[in-house]
């Protein structure tokens, strides 16, 4: 059974910085894409950053030049260090992955359960 495992949210001031994990665990052959998605309630969820298993990254427009999505693929485990946050980036942000749990298997979805990052003073 693989699960997405989510970590680091939390309350923090305009202009702080939070750094989210999200680990990987279970019958994994290899996992692919990884990323991070937000939803607001009544919105839908909208994408944040992506990173692939070669370190090619794609960030949301709102996030450019304050957010940095990494990954440790022997922990599988991918990161997102925010900086300089603002209170629109209040949200529940989830963990992504595309994952192959046997190499003659299809690649599938993973979600994680999201953790709630509050920005307010």
């Known amino acids: 059974q693989v699960q997405l495992v989510e970590s680091g949210g939390g309350l923090v001031q305009p202009g702080g910085s939070l750094r989210l994990s999200c680990a990987a665990s279970?019958?994994?052959?290899?996992?692919?894409?990884m990323g991070w998605y937000r939803q607001i309630p009544g919105k839908q969820r909208e994408l944040v950053a992506t990173?692939?298993?070669?370190?090619?990254?794609k960030y949301a427009d709102s996030v450019k030049g304050r957010f940095t999505i990494s990954r440790d693929n022997a922990r599988k485990t991918v990161f997102l260090q925010m900086n300089n946050l603002k209170p629109e980036d209040t949200a529940v942000y989830y963990c992504?992955?595309?994952?192959?749990?046997?190499?003659?298997?299809?690649?599938?979805?993973?979600w994680g359960q999201g953790t709630q990052v509050t920005v307010s003073s």
């Open positions: 992504n992955a595309g994952i192959v749990v046997e190499i003659w298997m299809p690649e599938h979805d993973y």
């Open positions: 279970g019958s994994i052959f290899s996992i692919n894409v």
């Open positions: 990173i692939t298993s070669g370190g090619s990254t």
